[in-house]
Nanobody
Framework: QVHLAESGGGLVQAGGSLRLSCAAS????????MGWYRQAPGKQRELAAV???????SYADSVKDRFTISRDNAKNTIYLQMNRLKPEDTAVYYC????????WGQGTQVTVSS
């Protein structure tokens, strides 16, 4: 059974940093292109960052040069290092495959105060 568990969110002041983790089970993790998504209040879920199975990364313009996605295949885990956070980064953050094919987890709330 597929399970995605996000953690690491919290409340932080603008300019601060957070590191999110997502542990996956029930999938052939190392073969999957994985992504971090976020959904702000009243907005659609958007794909913020992707890490391909070969380690290549891709970012939305809104997070480029501030966020870094990484993966540890031995731990079936992906990470999102978020630096220089802005109030507009406030959202619930989720992980999933690059195309969002897995059952969504609970997400982790990130709140950035101004």
């Amino acid at each position: 059974q597929v399970h995605l568990a996000e953690s690491g969110g919290g409340l932080v002041q603008a300019g601060g940093s957070l590191r999110l983790s997502c542990a996956a089970s029930g999938i052939s993790f190392s073969y999957n292109h994985m992504g971090w998504y976020r959904q702000a209040p009243g907005k659609q879920r958007e794909l913020a960052a992707v890490i391909f199975s070969n380690g290549i990364q891709s970012y939305a313009d809104s997070v480029k040069d501030r966020f870094t996605i990484s993966r540890d295949n031995a731990k079936n885990t992906i990470y999102l290092q978020m630096n220089r956070l802005k109030p507009e980064d406030t959202a619930v953050y989720y992980c999933n495959t690059r195309t969002g094919t897995l059952q969504w987890g609970q997400g982790t709330q990130v709140t950035v105060s101004s």
